[in-house]
C-alpha cells in the first residue's frame, strides 16, 4: 500500500506562488503515474496535473484551467512529487490531494488546503 502525505498548502494573495509537496512511502520509480487533484466546496474533485515517475524521463498532463501557471515536478531520490503554483487566483482555493496509481490501484493522500484572497 502506498502512503502519501501532502505539504505546502496555506493562505495566499491572489497573484501569488505556493509549492506543493506529495511524498511517497515508497520508491515512486515503481509507481505509474502521480497525480494532484483538487476538491473546491461544493465542487466535485478535478484533476490539476499528473506526472509519470517511472523513467528517466516525465511527462505531464496539465487541466486546461492552470496550464501555464502550474507546473509538477518529481524527485525520485526522495520520492517526492511536487506542484509549483503560479499567478495564483482566488478560482485555484480548494484542498489539493497527491494521487498515485500502482498495479491497478489507486491511492489518496488527506490532502493539504489551498486559499486565495482576493
Known amino acids: 500500500q502506498v502512503q502519501l502525505v501532502e505539504s505546502g498548502g496555506g493562505l495566499v494573495q491572489d497573484g501569488e506562488s505556493l509549492r506543493l509537496s506529495c511524498a511517497a512511502s515508497?520508491?515512486?520509480?515503481?509507481?505509474?503515474?502521480m497525480g494532484w487533484y483538487r476538491q473546491a466546496p461544493g465542487k466535485q474533485r478535478e484533476m490539476v496535473a499528473i506526472?509519470?515517475?517511472?523513467?528517466?524521463?516525465?511527462?505531464?498532463t496539465y487541466a486546461g484551467a492552470v496550464k501555464g501557471r502550474f507546473t509538477a515536478s518529481r524527485d525520485n531520490a526522495k520520492n517526492t512529487v511536487y506542484l509549483q503554483m503560479n499567478s495564483l487566483k482566488p478560482e485555484d482555493t480548494a484542498v489539493y490531494y497527491c494521487?498515485?496509481?500502482?498495479?491497478?490501484?489507486?491511492?489518496w493522500g488527506e490532502g493539504t488546503p489551498v486559499t486565495v484572497s482576493s
Open positions: 494521487n498515485a496509481r500502482k498495479n491497478d490501484m489507486t491511492y
Open positions: 515508497e520508491s515512486i520509480a515503481s509507481i505509474t503515474a
Open positions: 506526472i509519470t515517475t517511472g523513467g528517466a524521463t516525465s511527462y505531464a
